[in-house]
């Protein structure tokens, strides 16, 4: 006996008593926001996975096509990558100069950085995906040169 993609009845013949789907066909999907006619995804969703891995997930949108010409989706990853740049030198950078002022009791001061990077990284995550557009100081305009030129 089959049953239907769609909706998992037992169906006799070639179409789906219940809802009237096709037997051996896939499911039909609905059009929601997160494809695009051209079977691209929608700028949000591009946008939130250019933060997602930082600076791998920025190079891969900014490599793949059609990303790669889209101004919205290329500001985004190229503020992920500056992020994600300015999180590594801050961090080392930090714990570097305390144990070189022998200060090991503020050590516990670049947790706190990474942990403030952290909190921000999740932040634009949240709010990329939701199609908002937070333009960070310092690196933003400068990421938001490169996504034009």
């Given at each position: 006996m089959a049953f239907c993609a769609t909706?998992?009845?037992?169906?006799e013949g070639q179409f789906c008593a219940?809802?009237?789907?096709?037997?051996?066909a896939a499911p039909s999907a609905a059009p929601g926001p997160?494809?695009?006619a051209s079977g691209a995804m929608a700028?949000?969703?591009a946008s939130g996975l250019c933060y997602l891995v930082g600076l791998i997930t920025g190079i891969v949108f900014l490599v793949l096509a059609p990303y790669n010409k889209n101004p919205v989706v290329r500001f985004h990853a190229f503020q992920s990558i500056f992020l994600n740049v300015a999180w590594i030198i801050i961090s080392y950078g930090l714990s570097i100069v305390l144990a070189m002022?022998?200060?090991?009791s503020?050590?516990?001061l670049s947790s706190l950085v990474g942990l403030a990077f952290v909190v921000l990284w999740i932040i634009l995550l949240i709010q990329t995906f939701q199609g908002k557009t937070i333009v960070?100081?310092?690196i933003g305009p400068i990421a938001q040169q490169q996504a034009r030129g």
């Open positions: 909706c998992g009845s037992a169906v219940k809802c009237g789907g096709r037997v051996g997160a494809m695009q700028d949000n969703v002022l022998h200060l090991w503020m050590l516990f960070l100081p310092l």
